[in-house]
């Protein structure tokens, strides 16, 4: 049953709050939680469109791309491979063989292809290197006669003619680069080891490397050239490591007893002390040898290790590192021109066969190829760095007209730079390296300008800018020559110039390559973005600057995520700065004059004063949230761009265009709130939302506004200190407006239901009255926490600091004397609200108690009634309010029941209802106070009550108990006196087991009554209450004349029974009076009192009292004998009582 419960108003509150909701078409979600998670929602979408996308495919975990024909290659050449991303349709269109070849044949108008090709075939029939076979050498020829494109007849007449040269002369290129773990030969455990080499044909003739002493893992990186005179695939190389011992005498070798190593040293110097003292001969040692057949060394060289032998041993000897070439004798500058020539021919078939798409050949040919490209550099005798340079010419040129993998380049460069940087700048190197970077320099820069091609994985963008950025560094790092110009103006039209002759160079050249990018994507994206309408609407020229933003934005982050390292790594480079300070200016252009124009077309509203009169109608004035999320986004950008440059941004200042917007904004806002409080308390059951807490729907709805408005001051974030404070005060202003609202509503609500159910029954007090309490007071409690999160202090303090802080005091004093005048409101609200409860519910405790007086001894049920009512009330109270407002309610009840209190006692007194009725009303006051426990509970009315208490009791005494009330009270009179004008009487008194022993002493300063100044006194004395002491007679005095210091001196025995001695409150009145001439009559002079409590206390210790004659004053007791008019008893003591007041 509970669940069904719960499950019932759960749907009931989301029905409530879709109602309330769709009542101002969710204006405060919108603009809090709402747009921030949609704000959160554009950033994630942001990020993860930036993802780099999958590879065409994968096998096995091994990336792999799939070539144009439809061939897969490896991960390897995978990682060379960009697809065709940065050619332009110009390019695309200029790509064909034909033109490719057009091109190169202009370029080379020296070349004659037929001497070449006979070249090339002669090298073919005189292969030098391993791969040498005939299959092999037919298939070259094909091959080569497919490349140069020689017709049958002219190919068979240039193959006669290469078959019938003669060979040419080959020689042997050979590199000693360096030895590990040599044996050691000398005395001292190292060696001084040198290299022999020599052919096993030609032993005589012996090259010799130099000696490096003491050492067992030389390193020497010498060059040797041998020339091949018989067959070279029947040559054989040796090369053999000594240990070279130079001539010492028998006293040198005796001093290097010192550096032997163990014993096995010993040995060895001993020896060669022996040898050299009986022969003088100083022989060097071999330490091992190695063979080398020349037929294993293939065209394009060889680096291997050796390891050295000597005989049949298998002791390790150590190893040998060389570097082995064939080549063939040729002039030097034809070779290079001839290489040249052929690595075009050659790349041309290549492209042609392959249809390889731009950006795409790395550098492989196809094994024929390679094989005749390897063979002429082999036989022309080319180094690495004539072949790499060919190359830097050759691809440069086609590279014009069929753009090639920038790797390829980058790799010819690692060659290049580090010999070409020492030639000199007018050197033929020189010029033909410059020659290749003015023609790849275009291509790089078109990288640079195009890195955000639609059709290129972000993976490939970056492997070509990788590769890009490395050929550019490497290139800024070499000194241009003065007649080299890299960037002609026909060519890079798009750079920069100054008035000023400054030359351009490789820097500035790729900061402009990268403005130039960005502001072609901008025009592109900024003409895409926005349809020209004649009668655009504002809310379309703010989406136009939203999605605008987003793809600068989207733009950047991708630099920052994927180029920034790059650029900073390569060049040292701040790439995404370059395009923030680039976009800022032009953003700002363009955003101003849209946002301006948009809040000047904003309308002022008429907002409701502190009254709320009225509630403007806002059903056709409702601005969306497009103008802040327009301003939540520039806020973000700013903060991106202040992160990434160091430098002012003219974007920084973009929020004073917004504040006619916000102000706008929160007038709005404080209209819907009250709209939407307004109707959520229509829609309250006035039923708390769960079991846990004790208040209503409304309340949770308007703290939710109060969410909404504090999230969007989160997120509007006002950079600006003083207008901060301005929009804060404002919206503080407002919450407290809505408090008080809040508040006087909730008030009314409760009132007509209460109306609406009058029926002139008995109030019942509702649990609906009690959460409206709850509800006010909650809301009351948590305005001032709520405001706190606004964060006015961190404002203050800026303002403070901004100002000064006298003005910080000022209106931190201002904030919080709207948020004190609100919250005493509040509380004067729900303090006027449970009054209203107090008085509902007093007129039927009113009747209940009057029934209870006037009947409680005769069978009635109107105790009864009152209990029930005031327990069922009190229950109500109990479970449904908190413990500070059920306080305040218990304080209200008790203090309407003070004035019901009155207006019975008042009224009944009228009436002169008997003690009887005033003694039952009393024990109904104590009931009801003992159904209120309110025995340990301080309220504002205890004391009141407690007066109320006193004088029900003292109306239902009896007459001669309020008689003697009345004399106790003059008793406590008398005891508050310090003098007498009547003067004292002394007495002394005790108790005893029998009755009581009154001496009367003494009278001293009595009022003198007779003309000549003198007094005739005696004094009388009676016990009061006289209806306790029926039984006894007065006692007096004899008369002392003329003294008004008479010495009575008289002594009393008077016989009490024990009750009559226990009476605590009993009292001896003692009379003074005067004695006239004649003794007819005695005039009373004054009177005082004394208590049985009192006698316990002195035990016959003389007693002086001052005399004093009773007033008629305004006494409670008087006053209830006075309201006894029909008593003969009350009527004749106050007669007696004036004629002594006034005698």
Same mark, same amino acid.
């Given at each position: 049953?509970?669940?069904?419960?719960?499950?019932?108003?759960?749907?009931?509150?989301?029905?409530?709050?879709? #109602?309330?909701?769709?009542?101002?078409?969710?204006?405060?979600?919108?603009?809090?939680?709402?747009?921030?998670?949609?704000?959160?929602?554009?950033?994630?979408?942001?990020?993860?469109?930036?993802?780099?996308?999958?590879?065409?495919?994968?096998?096995?975990?091994?990336?792999?791309?799939?070539?144009?024909?439809?061939?897969?290659?490896?991960?390897?050449?995978?990682?060379?491979?960009?697809?065709?991303?940065?050619?332009?349709?110009?390019?695309?269109?200029?790509?064909?063989?034909?033109?490719?070849?057009?091109?190169?044949?202009?370029?080379?108008?020296?070349? !004659?292809?037929?001497?070449?090709?006979?070249?090339?075939?002669?090298?073919?029939?005189?292969?030098?290197?391993?791969?040498?076979?005939?299959?092999?050498?037919?298939?070259?020829?094909?091959?080569?006669?497919?490349?140069?494109?020689?017709?049958?007849?002219?190919?068979?007449?240039?193959?006669?003619?290469?078959?019938?040269?003669?060979?040419?002369?080959?020689?042997?290129?050979?590199?000693?680069?360096?030895?590990?773990?040599?044996?050691?030969?000398?005395?001292?455990?190292?060696?001084?080891?040198?290299?022999?080499?020599?052919?096993?044909?030609?032993?005589?003739?012996?090259?010799?490397?130099?000696?490096?002493?003491?050492?067992?893992?030389?390193?020497?990186?010498? *060059?040797?050239?041998?020339?091949?005179?018989?067959?070279?695939?029947?040559?054989?190389?040796?090369?053999?490591?000594?240990?070279?011992?130079?001539?010492? =005498?028998?006293?040198?070798?005796?001093?290097?007893?010192?550096?032997?190593?163990?014993?096995?040293?010993?040995?060895?110097?001993?020896?060669?002390?022996?040898?050299?003292?009986?022969?003088?001969?100083?022989?060097?040692?071999?330490?091992?040898?190695?063979?080398?057949?020349?037929?294993?060394?293939?065209?394009?060289?060889?680096?291997?290790?050796?390891?050295?032998?000597?005989?049949?041993?298998?002791?390790?000897?150590?190893?040998?590192?060389?570097?082995?070439?064939?080549?063939?004798?040729?002039?030097?500058? &034809?070779? &290079?021109?001839?290489?040249?020539?052929?690595?075009?021919?050659?790349?041309?078939?290549?492209?042609?066969?392959?249809?390889?798409?731009?950006?795409?050949?790395?550098?492989?040919?196809?094994?024929?190829?390679?094989?005749?490209?390897?063979?002429?550099?082999?036989?022309?005798?080319?180094?690495?760095?004539?072949?790499?340079?060919?190359?830097?010419?050759?691809?440069?040129?086609?590279?014009? =007209?069929?753009?090639?993998?920038?790797?390829?380049?980058?790799?010819?460069?690692?060659?290049?730079?580090?010999?070409?940087?020492?030639?000199?700048?007018?050197?033929?190197? &020189?010029?033909?390296?410059?020659?290749?970077?003015? #023609?790849?320099?275009?291509?790089?820069?078109?990288?640079?300008?195009?890195?955000?091609?639609?059709?290129?994985?972000?993976?490939?963008?970056?492997?070509?800018?990788?590769?890009?950025?490395?050929?550019?560094?490497?290139?800024?790092?070499?000194?241009?020559?003065?007649?080299?110009?890299?960037?002609?103006?026909?060519?890079?039209?798009?750079? *920069?110039?100054?008035?000023?002759?400054?030359?351009?160079?490789?820097?500035?050249?790729?900061?402009?390559?990268?403005?130039?990018?960005?502001?072609?994507?901008?025009?592109?994206? &900024?003409?895409?973005?926005?349809?020209?309408?004649?009668?655009?609407?504002?809310?379309?020229?703010?989406?136009?600057?939203?999605?605008?933003?987003?793809?600068?934005?989207?733009?950047?982050?991708?630099?920052?995520?994927?180029?920034?390292?790059?650029?900073?790594?390569?060049?040292?480079?701040?790439?995404?700065?370059?395009?923030?300070?680039?976009?800022?200016?032009?953003?700002?252009?363009?955003?101003?004059?849209?946002?301006?124009?948009?809040?000047?077309?904003?309308?002022?509203?008429?907002?409701?004063?502190?009254?709320?009169?009225?509630?403007?109608?806002?059903?056709?004035?409702?601005?969306?949230?497009?103008?802040?999320?327009?301003?939540?986004?520039?806020?973000?950008?700013?903060?991106?761009?202040?992160?990434?440059?160091?430098?002012?941004?003219?974007?920084?200042?973009?929020?004073?265009?917004?504040?006619?917007?916000?102000?706008?904004?929160?007038?709005?806002?404080?209209?819907?709130?009250?709209?939407?409080?307004q109707k959520a308390i229509d829609l309250d059951q006035l039923k708390a939302v769960d079991e846990t807490v004790k208040y209503s729907s409304s309340a949770v709805d308007t703290l939710s506004i109060f969410y909404q408005i504090k999230i969007f001051w989160q997120q509007l974030d006002w950079p600006e200190v003083e207008g901060s404070y301005i929009f804060v005060a404002k919206i503080v202003n407002d919450l407290c407006r809505c408090c008080i609202f809040y508040a006087q509503q909730m008030s009314r609500r409760v009132e007509n239901i209460t109306l609406l159910g009058d029926n002139n029954k008995n109030f019942t007090l509702s649990e609906e009255w009690c959460i409206a309490i709850n509800n006010m007071d909650y809301i009351r409690q948590t305005l001032p926490s709520f405001i706190k999160e606004l964060s006015i202090d961190d404002i203050i303090k800026r303002l403070g600091e901004y100002r000064s802080?006298?003005?910080?005091?000022?209106?931190?004093?201002?904030?919080?004397?709207?948020?004190?005048?609100?919250?005493?409101?509040?509380?004067?609200?729900?303090?006027?609200?449970?009054?209203?409860?107090?008085?509902?519910?007093?007129?039927?405790?009113?009747?209940?108690?009057?029934?209870?007086?006037?009947?409680?001894?005769?069978?009635?049920?109107?105790?009864?009634?009152?209990?029930?009512?005031?327990?069922?009330?009190?229950?109500?109270?109990?479970?449904?309010?908190?413990?500070?407002?059920?306080?305040?309610?218990?304080?209200?009840?008790?203090?309407?029941?003070?004035?019901?209190?009155?207006?019975?006692?008042?009224? !009944?007194?009228?009436?002169? #209802?008997?003690?009887?009725?005033?003694?039952?009303? !009393?024990?109904?006051?104590?009931?009801?106070?003992?159904?209120?426990?309110?025995?340990?509970?301080?309220?504002?009315?205890?004391?009141?009550?407690?007066?109320?208490?006193?004088?029900?009791?003292?109306?239902?005494?009896?007459?001669?108990?309020?008689?003697?009330?009345?004399?106790?009270?003059?008793?406590?009179?008398?005891?508050?006196?310090?003098?007498?004008?009547?003067?004292?009487?002394?007495?002394?008194?005790?108790?005893?087991?029998?009755?009581?022993?009154?001496?009367?002493?003494?009278?001293r300063n009595l009022l003198p009554m007779d003309s000549n100044g003198s007094v005739d006194s005696f004094v009388k004395a009676s016990f009061m209450p006289t209806s306790r002491f029926n039984d006894l007679i007065t006692v007096k005095t004899n008369v002392h004349n003329k003294s008004c210091f008479p010495l009575y001196d008289q002594e009393f025995r008077i016989n009490l029974t024990e009750q009559q001695r226990n009476e605590k409150n009993s009292l001896i009145l003692f009379s003074v009076k005067d004695k006239d001439l004649f003794g007819m009559s005695s005039q009373y002079i004054a009177e005082s009192y004394i208590s049985f409590e009192d006698l316990e206390a002195t035990q016959g210790e003389q007693i002086m009292m001052n005399l004093s004659r009773p007033e008629y004053t305004d006494s409670d007791s008087l006053r209830a004998l006075e309201y006894r008019l029909g008593d003969k008893q009350a009527?004749?003591?106050?007669?007696?009582?004036?004629?002594?007041?006034?005698?």
């Amino acid at each position: 049953m509970l669940k069904k419960t719960y499950f019932w108003r759960s749907e009931a509150r989301i029905f409530e709050k879709i #109602r309330l909701q769709d009542g101002d078409d969710g204006f405060f979600e919108k603009f809090g939680s709402l747009l921030r998670q949609k704000s959160q929602i554009d950033e994630g979408v942001l990020k993860s469109s930036l993802a780099p996308f999958e590879e065409n495919g994968s096998v096995d975990g091994e990336e792999v791309d799939e070539s144009p024909d439809g061939t897969l290659q490896d991960s390897q050449d995978a990682e060379c491979i960009s697809i065709n991303t940065f050619a332009t349709d110009s390019e695309l269109a200029s790509s064909s063989e034909q033109d490719i070849s057009a091109s190169v044949l202009d370029s080379a108008p020296v070349m !004659n292809v037929t001497d070449l090709y006979e070249e090339i075939l002669f090298e073919i029939f005189n292969n030098i290197g391993c791969e040498n076979n005939d299959e092999c050498t037919n298939s070259l020829v094909e091959f080569v006669q497919d490349a140069f494109k020689i017709p049958n007849a002219t190919h068979l007449e240039i193959c006669e003619a290469a078959r019938l040269k003669e060979p040419p002369n080959v020689r042997l290129n050979v590199e000693i680069i360096k030895a590990e773990n040599l044996m050691s030969k000398d005395s001292n455990g190292l060696s001084d080891p040198f290299v022999t080499l020599y052919l096993e044909s030609n032993s005589s003739h012996r090259y010799n490397s130099s000696v490096k002493p003491a050492t067992l893992n030389p390193i020497w990186e010498e *060059h040797f050239s041998l020339p091949i005179t018989e067959n070279a695939r029947d040559e054989v190389l040796i090369v053999e490591v000594w240990d070279f011992d130079a001539a010492e =005498t028998v006293k040198e070798k005796v001093n290097k007893i010192l550096d032997v190593k163990g014993v096995k040293g010993l040995s060895k110097l001993m020896k060669e002390i022996a040898v050299t003292a009986s022969s003088g001969k100083h022989d060097n040692e071999l330490i091992g040898r190695a063979a080398i057949t020349l037929k294993s060394i293939p065209v394009s060289g060889l680096t291997v290790w050796y390891n050295l032998e000597k005989g049949s041993k298998g002791r390790s000897r150590g190893s040998l590192l060389v570097n082995l070439a064939l080549s063939a004798e040729k002039n030097k500058s &034809v070779a &290079v021109q001839e290489h040249k020539n052929l690595l075009k021919l050659l790349l041309m078939h290549e492209l042609e066969t392959s249809q390889v798409a731009n950006y795409w050949w790395s550098g492989k040919f196809s094994p024929n190829a390679e094989l005749i490209r390897s063979q002429h550099a082999a036989q022309s005798g080319l180094t690495p760095f004539d072949c790499a340079l060919s190359q830097w010419h050759a691809y440069s040129t086609i590279h014009e =007209t069929h753009k090639l993998n920038f790797t390829l380049f980058n790799s010819i460069l690692d060659v290049v730079v580090p010999v070409i940087t020492y030639m000199q700048n007018d050197s033929e190197d &020189v010029k033909t390296f410059w020659d290749g970077v003015r #023609r790849l320099l275009p291509s790089c820069f078109v990288v640079l300008r195009k890195l955000r091609s639609k059709n290129t994985s972000d993976k490939n963008i970056i492997k070509a800018l990788n590769e890009v950025l490395d050929i550019l560094k490497k290139i800024k790092e070499l000194e241009v020559p003065e007649s080299v110009d890299l960037f002609p103006k026909s060519v890079y039209g798009w750079i *920069h110039t100054n008035d000023t002759d400054e030359t351009c160079n490789i820097d500035t050249a790729i900061e402009d390559a990268i403005k130039t990018g960005t502001k072609e994507w901008l025009e592109h994206i &900024v003409e895409g973005s926005r349809q020209s309408k004649n009668n655009e609407t504002d809310d379309e020229k703010l989406q136009y600057i939203i999605k605008l933003i987003q793809m600068v934005r989207s733009d950047l982050q991708r630099a920052m995520e994927y180029f920034d390292k790059i650029f900073y790594h390569k060049i040292q480079l701040n790439y995404s700065a370059i395009l923030y300070l680039f976009y800022d200016s032009k953003l700002a252009e363009i955003c101003k004059s849209i946002i301006v124009e948009v809040c000047n077309n904003i309308k002022r509203l008429d907002v409701p004063d502190d009254q709320f009169a009225y509630l403007p109608n806002l059903e056709n004035v409702n601005m969306g949230t497009t103008l802040f999320e327009v301003y939540l986004i520039l806020k973000r950008y700013v903060t991106l761009g202040e992160s990434l440059c160091s430098e002012s941004l003219e974007l920084a200042n973009f929020y004073p265009w917004f504040e006619r917007g916000v102000t706008h904004w929160l007038d709005i806002s404080i209209i819907k709130a009250l709209g939407r409080i307004q109707k959520a308390i229509d829609l309250d059951q006035l039923k708390a939302v769960d079991e846990t807490v004790k208040y209503s729907s409304s309340a949770v709805d308007t703290l939710s506004i109060f969410y909404q408005i504090k999230i969007f001051w989160q997120q509007l974030d006002w950079p600006e200190v003083e207008g901060s404070y301005i929009f804060v005060a404002k919206i503080v202003n407002d919450l407290c407006r809505c408090c008080i609202f809040y508040a006087q509503q909730m008030s009314r609500r409760v009132e007509n239901i209460t109306l609406l159910g009058d029926n002139n029954k008995n109030f019942t007090l509702s649990e609906e009255w009690c959460i409206a309490i709850n509800n006010m007071d909650y809301i009351r409690q948590t305005l001032p926490s709520f405001i706190k999160e606004l964060s006015i202090d961190d404002i203050i303090k800026r303002l403070g600091e901004y100002r000064s802080n006298l003005e910080a005091e000022r209106c931190a004093s201002t904030i919080k004397t709207v948020i004190e005048n609100a919250l005493d409101t509040e509380r004067n609200q729900i303090v006027e609200l449970i009054e209203i409860v107090a008085r509902k519910m007093a007129p039927p405790i009113k009747r209940y108690l009057a029934e209870g007086a006037e009947v409680l001894a005769k069978d009635s049920n109107s105790m009864d009634q009152l209990m029930m009512y005031l327990e069922a009330s009190l229950t109500t109270l109990y479970d449904t309010l908190n413990e500070i407002n059920f306080q305040r309610i218990l304080d209200g009840i008790w203090s309407e029941l003070s004035i019901i209190m009155y207006d019975l006692i008042q009224s !009944n007194l009228d009436k002169r #209802r008997p003690p009887a009725f005033f003694q039952n009303l !009393n024990n109904t006051l104590q009931t009801m106070m003992d159904c209120f426990k309110m025995g340990n509970i301080e309220t504002s009315d205890v004391k009141i009550l407690s007066t109320i208490q006193s004088r029900l009791r003292l109306y239902s005494l009896e007459t001669a108990d309020l008689i003697h009330q009345y004399y106790l009270e003059r008793l406590e009179t008398q005891k508050s006196q310090e003098s007498s004008p009547y003067g004292q009487l002394t007495v002394t008194a005790q108790l005893t087991d029998s009755g009581l022993l009154l001496t009367i002493l003494n009278a001293r300063n009595l009022l003198p009554m007779d003309s000549n100044g003198s007094v005739d006194s005696f004094v009388k004395a009676s016990f009061m209450p006289t209806s306790r002491f029926n039984d006894l007679i007065t006692v007096k005095t004899n008369v002392h004349n003329k003294s008004c210091f008479p010495l009575y001196d008289q002594e009393f025995r008077i016989n009490l029974t024990e009750q009559q001695r226990n009476e605590k409150n009993s009292l001896i009145l003692f009379s003074v009076k005067d004695k006239d001439l004649f003794g007819m009559s005695s005039q009373y002079i004054a009177e005082s009192y004394i208590s049985f409590e009192d006698l316990e206390a002195t035990q016959g210790e003389q007693i002086m009292m001052n005399l004093s004659r009773p007033e008629y004053t305004d006494s409670d007791s008087l006053r209830a004998l006075e309201y006894r008019l029909g008593d003969k008893q009350a009527k004749d003591f106050l007669k007696k009582l004036k004629n002594r007041s006034f005698s």
